[in-house]
């Protein structure tokens, strides 16, 4: 399983510094050392998944919530699949794994009669819902279920998941109980743990909705009661207000409306659960940066904190900029050293070829660069090299500009010594082409390189 980075947690409200990233900009901080996989419930990106304005395809959907909103796991409802194929849910599933973004849990949110006097439907359904779930790679199917809170309809619903319980255990998947949102048999926490042990076994569990212990008398006391039946546990938000700025802007610190998040978040975390959340942001705006916020919120709160918080921190703002001074001082080191060096080693000096020269010499565009390349070359016993013997043994290799090949120095290093020097290469003469009258050079002597004038 995979678990989020460690780090460290804020605490107060600091005043973000200015100048940052826009809004969805900015990657997801890793900052959480506790047990609690963070999951996406990937109805919250509805809009982005289906409908004429669909912008996410479902299997871009593990590596988006990865990448973008920082999670490690998807929750998907079974209505996002409608119409896929067996190898469809393949293709998800294996994009999941690359993503390093597991499908966990798979919802079927339409309640189930499971107490009708004919509940062969439903069966049919759960079974098809948890044959889904276990082609995506999940370790549970969660579902809901709709009968009336009494002891008759209690009984009859025991019996029917008994029933199912044999394909969870072949397909090694959790069947887990959604709680109901109304007057039902799964609303009531009493009838809720004892359905659940009625039917026995450990593939039958409970999952619990934020939002539905958010209706309850008392939230966290009945987060307590269901929560260490759960194998995964909806961290639903429902929006958030701005304390300080601009709603839209993710610098602004903001706070949970609705309930008390940070009371849900100590309450499943009191009784040791350490399984998947699913963030399932359910306000108003982007959904992408309530997502965000809400990821944030529930590190916020696993942290201790219950005061306001931001997406932007002053660390992150510090660390850039720290990181943008050791890149100005090393230029700057890096300049120093460079100018020492050319101190230590002054380049020969170089005579400027004369205009007159270069006019006469080129015949048309093709044989400008030759020309240069062969003006620029220094003759044999020019003043630079008179002057200095390091200015014979500084001459560097140089670039032909037509063939881009290096051309050989025409002399040995002064400083080497005769019998380690690398015999001369024969070169083969060449002639300028020049508008005055070509002046002829004394043939070498005997004892006399042909190339360079040198002593062998």
């Known amino acids: 399983m995979l678990w989020v980075a460690a780090g460290r947690a804020k605490t107060g409200i600091r005043r973000a510094k200015t100048g940052r990233r826009g809004a969805g900009d900015a990657p997801p901080r890793a900052d959480y050392s506790g047990p609690m996989l963070l999951a996406l419930a990937a109805r919250s990106l509805r809009p982005m998944l289906v409908g004429k304005d669909a912008s996410l395809s479902l299997t871009d959907l593990p590596r988006f919530a990865h990448e973008q909103l920082g999670l490690h796991g998807l929750m998907l409802s079974a209505d996002l699949l409608a119409g896929r194929t067996r190898d469809d849910l393949v293709r998800l599933r294996d994009a999941a794994d690359r993503a390093r973004c597991s499908c966990l849990v798979l919802l079927e949110e339409t309640p189930q009669p499971l107490a009708a006097a004919d509940a062969s439907a439903a069966d049919q359904r759960i079974r098809r819902v948890m044959a889904a779930a276990s082609l995506l790679g999940c370790n549970a199917a969660g579902v809901a279920i709709d009968a009336p809170n009494n002891a008759h309809a209690l009984d009859q619903v025991a019996e029917r998941l008994k029933a199912l319980m044999g394909e969870a255990e072949q397909r090694e998947i959790n069947l887990l109980i959604l709680p109901g949102k109304g007057p039902g048999l799964t609303a009531s926490t009493e009838r809720l743990t004892e359905l659940l042990k009625k039917v026995g076994g450990f593939r039958v569990g ?36 701005a304390v300080e700025g601009d709603l839209q802007d993710e610098r602004a610190f903001v706070e949970h409306a609705g309930f008390d998040l940070s009371a849900a978040v100590e309450a499943i975390a009191a009784v040791g659960f350490d399984a998947a959340v699913g963030l399932d942001y359910r306000g108003p705006g982007d959904p992408k940066l309530g997502l965000r916020r809400s990821r944030e919120g529930f590190l916020h709160a696993l942290s201790g904190e219950k005061t306001p918080f931001t997406l932007v921190h002053d660390d992150e703002f510090d660390d850039e900029m720290d990181a943008a001074a050791a890149a100005l001082l090393e230029a700057i080191f890096s300049d120093d050293e460079e100018d020492d060096e050319d101190d230590d080693n002054p380049a020969p000096a170089r005579r400027k070829p004369a205009a007159k020269d270069i006019d006469a010499d080129i015949d048309d565009e093709s044989d400008a660069d030759e020309v240069l390349d062969q003006d620029l070359e220094e003759a044999p016993g020019t003043d630079a090299e008179k002057a200095t013997p390091e200015g014979r043994a500084l001459k ?28 001369p290469r024969p070169t083969k003469k060449t002639t300028r082409k020049t508008s005055k009258k070509a002046t002829s050079k004394p043939d070498p002597g005997p004892d006399e390189d042909a190339s360079t004038g040198d002593q062998p």
């Open 206 to 241: 409970t999952m619990p909705d934020f939002a539905d212990a958010a209706r309850a008398e008392d939230m966290s006391a009945y987060l307590r009661r269901v929560t260490p039946y759960a194998s995964a546990v909806l961290g639903t938000t429902l929006g958030f207000e």
């Open 396 to 423: 560097t290799p140089r670039k032909s500009a037509k063939t881009g090949a290096k051309q050989t120095p025409k002399r040995a290093p002064a400083d080497l010594d005769p019998d380690d020097a690398a015999p």
